[in-house]
Antibody
Framework: EVQLVETGGGLIQPGGSLRLSCAAS????????MSWVRQAPGKGLEWVSV???????YYAESVKGRFTISRDNSNNTVYLHMNSLRAEDTAVYYC????????????WGQGTLVTVSS | DIVMTQSPDSLAVSLGERATINCKSS????????????LAWYQQKPGQPPKLLIY???TRESGVPDRFSGSGSGTDFTLTISSLQAEDVAVYYC?????????FGGGTKVEIK
C-alpha cells in the first residue's frame, strides 16, 4: 500500500529555516516524480517543487532560491529545505507522488502545517 | 505561466441532480504530438488532502465512481457529477501538467441545495 507521511512542520519566525520530510512506503521515491504542494489556510492549492527520477528539480517562482527539494533513496524519503521563510509561506505542505512521467498526483500525504510568525 | 480559471466559485445542487464545473486555461494544454490534454481534476473534502479523480482530461482514476466524468479539449474543460451524492460535497480543483510551473484552478465548492 502506498503511503506518504510528512513531518517537520511547526511554528517558525520570519527569516528562519525548516526542513520537511516525506517518508514513503509501498514504492520507491527514486522511481517516481515527487512533488510538494502547499495550501494556505482557507485557500487553494499551489504547486511548490518537483524532483524527477533523474534528479532534476524545479520550483515555483515564489520559492525559487529559498527552497530546495531533495531525496534520500536509502531512506525512501523526500525533503523540502526551506530558508528565509516569510509569512506568506504559511500553509499546509503536502507531499505528492506522480504515477508516471507526467506531473499529476495519484497519492498525497496528509500534510504538515508550517506557520511563519513572530 | 498557464493560468487556470474555474467557474463557478461555488454551486449548490440538489441530491441526485447534475453538477457541472468549468475550467479554462490561458493557453492550450493539448499536446499535438500525442493528442492528449494535460489536465487533471481533484476532489478535496474538509481536513483531507486532495484526491485524484480524472487525468488526461477524461480518464477516470481507478476506484472513482462513474458519476464523475471529465470532458473538453484545448483550453476549455468540464467536470460533471451526473447525480450528486451527499459524499460529493467538497471543493474541486483542476490542474494542468502541460509544463512547469504546474498550476491549479482556484477551486469550486460543491454543496447540497
Amino acid at each position: 500500500e502506498v503511503q506518504l507521511v510528512e513531518t517537520g512542520g511547526g511554528l517558525i519566525q520570519p527569516g528562519g529555516s525548516l526542513r520537511l520530510s516525506c517518508a514513503a512506503s509501498g514504492f520507491a521515491v527514486s522511481s517516481n516524480y515527487m512533488s510538494w504542494v502547499r495550501q494556505a489556510p482557507g485557500k487553494g492549492l499551489e504547486w511548490v517543487s518537483v524532483i524527477y527520477t533523474g534528479g532534476s528539480t524545479y520550483y515555483a517562482e515564489s520559492v525559487k532560491g529559498r527552497f530546495t527539494i531533495s531525496r534520500d533513496n536509502s531512506n525512501n524519503t523526500v525533503y523540502l529545505h526551506m530558508n528565509s521563510l516569510r509569512a506568506e509561506d504559511t500553509a499546509v505542505y503536502y507531499c505528492a507522488r506522480s504515477a508516471g512521467r507526467e506531473v499529476f498526483f495519484d497519492y498525497w500525504g496528509q500534510g504538515t502545517l508550517v506557520t511563519v510568525s513572530s | 505561466d498557464i493560468v487556470m480559471t474555474q467557474s463557478p466559485d461555488s454551486l449548490a445542487v440538489s441530491l441526485g441532480e447534475r453538477a457541472t464545473i468549468n475550467c479554462k486555461s490561458s493557453q492550450s494544454v493539448l499536446y499535438s504530438s500525442n493528442n492528449k490534454n494535460y489536465l487533471a481534476w481533484y476532489q478535496q473534502k474538509p481536513g483531507q488532502p486532495p484526491k485524484l479523480l480524472i487525468y488526461w482530461a477524461s480518464t477516470r482514476e481507478s476506484g472513482v465512481p462513474d458519476r464523475f466524468s471529465g470532458s473538453g479539449s484545448g483550453t476549455d474543460f468540464t467536470l460533471t457529477i451526473s447525480s450528486l451524492q451527499a459524499e460529493d460535497v467538497a471543493v474541486y480543483y483542476c490542474q494542468h501538467y502541460y509544463n512547469i510551473p504546474l498550476t491549479f484552478g482556484g477551486g469550486t465548492k460543491v454543496e447540497i441545495k
